[in-house]
């Protein structure tokens, strides 16, 4: 099933049929404890990846490759953040206290409250006290959809539990539904730039990482590990997620570049014109409106590819807004049907952030297929994907009976899928690659580093 799920991504980014003879997939689902094929979205996407990646680099005279994924690894791979340890000690949560479900007067709301300006927002608009308590006291009066709309009107983060059905049926749930999983899009006139032999599928492929969170900076590891220099460009009033900072930072050097002051956005002007790829993670028309949306990319430097990655999409009526992978599974459906499929009440969310982890893999791919359409149409490209329509691509994979009888693996369980890594944060336990190449080695990857450890420019 991953094979099959694999080359209609392939086929559909328009890569050559012959080198999907060259992956081999292993294990079957269920691997995580769930109803969906988790196992077989990571491998599949994993696996789309690292073969592009192997693709690439057989045009660029490197070996030819055959590739291998585990449906087990490449689950664990899916939780990465999981598993991390710093200095044998695990992270604090990512979840502040007030984030997550309670129960409306007439249905269930999801908060995200990780970063504190959507905190405080929360509950500013429920006039309530910081207190997991008082929140549930202050939703128990309203109505799930008139909470959904104040508070998405007030730019904040959060979700209202929706079905499959009903998501299918709104109108935000019919666009996504039109768009592509993975969309390629030309965008621009360049010529085809030659690529040298390499001994990595990415080496010498300038990246700029405007990403934060999980899906972007997944897309940007995976780039790493391939051998592309990664820059990861952020700024100091930025908030962050610092356990999700040090899991997804491996790879990359890091800059800060406060794109509001004039100087900072000449400084990244320079870094794209030297750059081959683009990759941000802002709301649709955020960077627009910085001079740097894909157009003003283009323009900067012609051949870039530019990819974006959006929460709900990039057309309908919520293409602009505010999401994250636990608050696309409650609005689309998945925590109403695991919930159903557990015989549970409460609503129950996926057992990885596999929006997130599935949707950064398929960046990555496109991103690489991209550089595989350039280097031989020229061009500039612009690739789009977005956590709903994964969630699309997921249920597509098929339903797993008795799912949840499959054991939750804790670390003690994983112990040889994990290694031992130096960083700029101490001594690091984090999850191995899925993907295995039978014929290239890959660089080690760079030490993840507290952010701002860098200068914003590219190894000479």
Known sequence: MPAAALAAIWREAGLPEAALSAIGFSGRDPVLPSSFAVGTAA???????????????????????????????AALEFRSERYLRIDGQAPPSLWDAIAGLY???????????????????????????????????ALAKWKAGAFDQGATAAGLAVAGLRSFAEWDQSPEGRAVGQEKLVAIERIGEAPAPPLPRARAPLSGVRVL??????????????LARYGAEVLHVSAPHLPQMPPLVVDTGRGKLSTFLDLRQQMAAETLRGLLGRADVLLQSYRPGALSRLGFGAEDAARIRPGIIYAS??????????????????????????NQAEAE?????????????????GSGQLLA???????????????????????????LWLRSLGRIAEGFRCP???????????????????PLTVVRPAAEFSAIRLPPMRPAM???????????
Do not use: M
């Not at 939750?408 to 101490?426: K, N, T």
């Open 450 to 460: 507290p952010l701002g450890s860098h200068p914003p420019r590219f190894p000479a």
């Open 103 to 137: 129960r409306a007067a007439d249905g269930w709301v999801r908060l995200h409250t990780n970063f504190p300006h959507h905190r405080d927002g929360v509950l500013k608009l429920l006039a309530c006290a910081p207190e997991r308590s008082a929140v549930d006291q």
């Open 408 to 426: 939750d693996p804790g670390a003690e369980e994983i112990a040889d899928r994990l290694e031992e890594v130096a960083s700029g944060f101490g």
């Open 209 to 222: 990482d405007l990403t934060r969170v999980i899906a972007g900076p997944v897309a940007g590891r995976t």
């Open 365 to 391: 791919f496109g991103i690489i297929a991209a550089l595989v359409r350039r280097a031989t149409e020229g061009g500039s490209w612009h690739v789009k994907v977005s956590l709903a329509r994964t969630g």
């Open 43 to 73: 491998a599949a996407s994993i696996g789309a990846a690292a073969l592009a990646a192997a693709a690439l680099l057989q045009s660029r005279g490197g070996r030819a490759t055959n590739v291998s994924v585990a449906l087990r690894d």
């Open 309 to 334: 990655l959006s929460a709900y999409g990039f057309s309908g009526p919520w293409a602009g807004r505010r999401g994250f992978d636990s608050l696309v599974q409650t609005a689309s459906g998945f």
């Open 341 to 357: 499929a557990a015989a549970e009440e409460k609503p129950k969310p996926l057992p990885a952030q596999a929006l997130d982890h």
